[in-house]
């Protein structure tokens, strides 16, 4: 079974190869001989397909072993190990699973590059290319040229090139609580809430951004402009032509649960999900494009996620059940009964088409068409423990 094409842009994306000509003019004895053009988004070493290549990355903990799952195929392969794994993030192309006192970074070999009026899909073989430096917990974003890791240890910005041709590099290390690449920067925030704007080497870029964030915690990147977590809402940055503008968010007056410490959304989606005071205190949904928070009375939540706009949010209760709520309503519009509970590390992951549901005590993972009422579409015996699962391929 395959997954439909996509038309979605992502933010999150590895750099593609630029249209290069050749032209050739007749000479007086003939025809001059014939050029061969590269073509246009060509990668070397990679394949181009007409399908957005989703993988699922998993790590069981047990063993350290590193796997891959294409839904399409339901193919599974081994790709390499993170002994000590504790957790996991992706940043479409790379996945990282952090040790405690590092983080593994894993080449899935699946990545989309969005051109604005289109989009190419490629893959090529997976691969480890090396450990960077990190103390959990950790947070990955990249664009075309820099990807960012952030850990206790502070940022570390990773060149793209380097990693696409199989190593880690010299990163750059920098203090920081959260680092978004985004409008040819990066923007990083201080434990203090200071919000800079850095360049690619991690150097001030003598930008100014009127605006803190304070006890920063979870960042999403949208096509509706970057977010920071903080602790009294959250902060919308955006760029134009060099121009920065930061909106904050505030949660409302009397907000009835805790902030949130994560974001999580389907791929470039502007709306976003987060457990609100660790999980207990239901669910914080944000509508990045009305800058409005609305919170869920879900129950205790052990992983979220958004759809998108006008699509629903996903929840995974404490008891194994996930359900849909409507994020404009508040209002629940379906429930899947998945385990008996909720592990620990589980993960509800979004694509365009298909929701992910990872059950390690069951060595499965689960597939659901969030656009029909939760629907249990198929459930892959994988015969390991998904014990960490992200996804790739956006």
Not at 294 to 303: F, I, Q, R
Request: net charge negative; with cysteine; glycine share 14%.
């Amino acid at each position: 079974m395959k997954l439909g094409s996509t038309t979605r842009a992502v933010l999150a994306c590895a750099a593609g190869g630029l249209l290069a000509t050749g032209c050739g003019g007749a000479t007086g004895g003939g025809a001059a001989p014939e050029e061969t053009a590269t073509p246009h988004g060509y990668v070397e070493g990679a394949e181009e397909t007409a399908e957005a290549q989703w993988r699922l990355v998993m790590a069981d903990t047990g063993t350290g072993a590193l796997h891959m799952l294409d839904p399409a195929t339901e193919e599974v392969t081994e790709v390499g190990s993170a002994p000590g794994a504790e957790e996991a993030a992706a940043d479409g192309r790379f996945a990282y699973f952090g040790t405690g006192s590092g983080a593994v970074v894993l080449d899935s070999g699946t990545w989309t590059v969005d051109h604005g009026d289109h989009v190419h899909y490629y893959r090529a073989d997976p691969a480890v290319v090396g450990e960077v430096e990190a103390e959990g917990p950790i947070q990955a974003a990249a664009d075309t040229t820099t990807a960012a890791l952030t850990s206790r240890a502070g940022v570390r910005l990773l060149d793209r090139a380097a990693l696409e041709e199989g190593g880690t590099g010299e990163p750059a290390a920098r203090e920081g609580a959260a680092a978004l690449p985004y409008g040819g920067h990066v923007v990083a925030v201080g434990a203090d809430g200071a919000v800079t704007v850095l360049d690619r080497d991690g150097e001030p870029a003598g930008t100014a951004v009127d605006a803190r964030c304070p006890d920063p915690a979870g960042q999403a990147l949208t096509r509706r402009g970057a977010v920071l977590g903080c602790a009294d809402g959250a902060l919308v940055l955006t760029e134009d032509d060099g121009a920065w503008t930061a909106d904050t968010v505030p949660y409302p007056d009397g907000a009835p649960a805790g902030p949130v410490t994560a974001f999580h959304h389907r791929p470039g989606a502007a709306v976003l999900a987060g457990a609100a005071g660790g999980g207990d205190g239901g669910v914080w949904v944000l509508d990045v494009g009305e800058r409005a928070w609305t919170h869920l009375d879900t129950g205790p939540a052990a992983a979220v996620s958004a759809a998108g706009e006008e699509l629903p949010v996903l929840v995974l209760g404490e008891d194994g059940t996930l359900r849909a709520y409507d994020p404009a309503t508040g209002e629940q519009t379906a429930a899947a009964e998945l385990m008996d509970e909720a592990p620990e590390g589980a993960a509800v992951l979004i694509d365009t088409n298909r929701a992910y549901v990872n059950e390690p005590a069951a060595d499965a993972v689960h597939e659901i068409d969030y656009n029909d009422d939760l629907r249990l579409a198929r459930t892959f015996d994988l015969g390991f423990s998904p014990d960490l699962m992200v996804e790739t391929g956006w």
